[in-house]
């Protein structure tokens, strides 16, 4: 059954430094997602993407973060200068169309130091 | 707005016995809802759907849930539990037929599956 791919599964920055997180979304979806899920927390919502632009975006995905899909598989998610608060693990998501469910990638989980 | 509550935090049950894991959502429009189960180091998979048909929903590994409007709820249940069971699950609300861009999450129903 197709998968959604996130890599890496595990990845520890530097307070301030920038990172890319990266996903290849189901090869024929239309739509793609960023949720994070602090420890303890509730997943939350992060963007959504669609013909090659943000689609919706919460309160949360502010001017440190940007998503792109820089070729026809790739889907990534930039924090510009990550925080402490930026550790979480970070869900990439998929779907094929309107009426069809999201599809969750592994996680990466994001360690600030 | 669109908001999800899982009743339960943690779920016991022996194996052989029904699992039931409760949810109740709160939607201003007809809602899409989701459970969604994560085994220890993997992803969130869609364990099933409700979209406006069929009221009562099957899923895999045979999971099912009803859709209650005048209950506001979408509990999960399975006959009988096997060890594999073990895992956290998610209620998950979403607008539109496939849930929408943004999907609210629970959080979370951790379950246990004892010998």
């Known amino acids: 059954e197709p998968e959604v791919t996130q890599t890496p599964s595990h990845q520890v920055t530097q307070m301030g430094q920038e990172v890319i997180l990266r996903c290849v979304p189901i090869?024929?979806?239309?739509?793609f997602y960023w949720y994070r899920q602090i420890l303890g927390q509730k997943v939350e919502f992060l963007v959504s993407?669609?013909?090659?632009?943000?689609?919706?975006k919460s309160e949360i995905f502010d001017d440190q973060f940007s998503v792109e899909r820089p070729d026809g598989s790739n889907f990534t998610l930039k924090i510009r200068s990550t925080k402490l608060e930026d550790s979480a693990m970070y869900f990439c998501?998929?779907?094929?169309?309107?009426?069809?469910?999201?599809?969750f990638g592994d996680g990466t989980r994001l360690s600030i130091l | 707005a669109q908001s999800v509550t899982q009743l339960d935090s943690h779920v016991s049950v022996s194996e052989g016995t029904p699992v039931l894991l409760r949810c109740n959502y709160s939607?201003?429009?007809?809602?899409?809802l989701f459970w969604y189960v994560q085994h220890p180091n993997k992803g969130l998979q869609l364990l099933l759907k409700?979209?406006?048909?069929?009221?009562l929903v099957k899923g895999i590994n045979g999971f099912e849930a009803e859709f209650k409007k005048s209950e506001t709820s979408f509990h999960l249940t399975k006959p009988s539990a096997h060890m594999s069971d073990a895992a956290e699950y998610f209620c998950?609300?979403?607008?539109?037929?496939?849930?929408?861009?943004?999907?609210?999450f629970g959080t979370g129903t951790q379950l246990k599956v004892e010998l």
């Open positions: 998501a998929s779907r094929s169309g309107w009426n069809q469910p999201q599809h």
């Open positions: 090869s024929n979806h239309l739509y």
């Open positions: 993407f669609y013909n090659n632009e943000i689609s919706e």
């Open positions: 939607s201003s429009y007809s809602p899409s």
């Open positions: 409700y979209t406006s048909a069929a009221t």
């Open positions: 998950v609300v979403g607008r539109g037929p496939g849930g929408g861009n943004k999907l609210t």
